[in-house]
């Protein structure tokens, strides 16, 4: 075993090293993304017993359940968009999977949405950041901390006669972190990666259009972003290995330091 692996280990096991959940839980509860009546929209997660100890498996309890791909804290794969429908490796089972590890670049953009629910990063947003921590580097997921995962029940969607009402990124700052900084991709604690109002955009969606159609991946219902330093933490992100699958529910952790 490599020195750096044992390191590693014994960092966890003595608590200066501490993982983090970046997963909400998962349940019939779980808020998905209401999409307009004349699209298809996405089940529930629906969970039921098979057996519980009982007549129907004596020894033993499991569940089955079904849900979308996109429910709850979920992985996006370039493939979910049109145009990343004919990139290489681009569907969940497809990717590599040492790029299911990356270190977190974390913008807190909070003081911006508690005054404005559609707010959107602009690319000034992202060079404030740089000058306090750096540039970020390829490879890097880009996690945007709002609070929003804070919010439960409606406001969770935030629905408004015009659609959902939740932050998001400008066009400009997903085509720069993408194309510029070759990011992995972005992670937000909203119900998708793209702001509420985004069918209203052009192109719509443009958080997914751009990062996609550049081969990066998506991250969405994350929690706890809270303890996650705005750099230095490791994110490991990987999702079930649906075959030709467009995206999948995930547990996300994050490994950060103690000190
Ligand atoms: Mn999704």
């Known amino acids: 075993m490599s020195k750096l692996l044992m390191q590693l280990v014994e960092e966890l096991n003595r608590g ?29 997660f629906r969970i039921w017993e098979l057996s519980h100890y009982d007549a129907r498996g004596p020894a033993w309890y499991w569940n089955a359940f079904e849900t979308g791909e996109h429910t709850g804290t979920h992985f996006d794969a370039p493939i979910h968009w049109i145009s990343g429908k004919d990139l290489p490796n681009n569907s969940v089972d497809r990717i590599p999977p040492s790029q299911f590890i990356g270190p977190a670049c974390v913008i807190d953009i909070i003081a911006k949405v508690a005054g404005n629910p559609d707010y959107l990063v602009v690319p000034s947003d992202i060079s404030q950041w740089e000058a306090q921590h750096g540039r970020i580097k390829p490879g890097s997921w880009l996690l945007l901390r709002t609070g929003w995962s804070r919010r439960g029940g409606a406001d969770y969607i935030n629905l408004k006669d015009d659609g959902p009402h939740t932050p998001g990124f400008a066009k400009e700052s997903s085509e720069l972190l993408a194309k510029e900084r070759n990011i992995l991709g972005v992670g937000v604690e909203t119900v998708g990666t793209d702001a509420g109002q985004a069918a209203t ?14 081969g990066k991946f998506g991250l969405a219902g994350l929690a706890n972003l809270d303890q996650l330093p705005p750099t230095g933490a490791v994110v490991i992100a990987a999702p079930l290995k649906i075959v030709n699958g467009s995206g999948s529910p995930v547990r996300v952790i994050a490994i950060v330091s103690s000190s």
């Open 16 to 44: 200066s090293l501490r993982v983090v959940d970046l997963t909400q839980p998962l349940s019939p509860d779980t808020p998905i993304l209401p999409l307009p009546a004349q699209f298809n929209n996405t089940p529930k």
């Open 201 to 214: 955009f052009n192109p719509p969606f443009p958080n997914h259009y751009l990062m996609h159609g550049s």
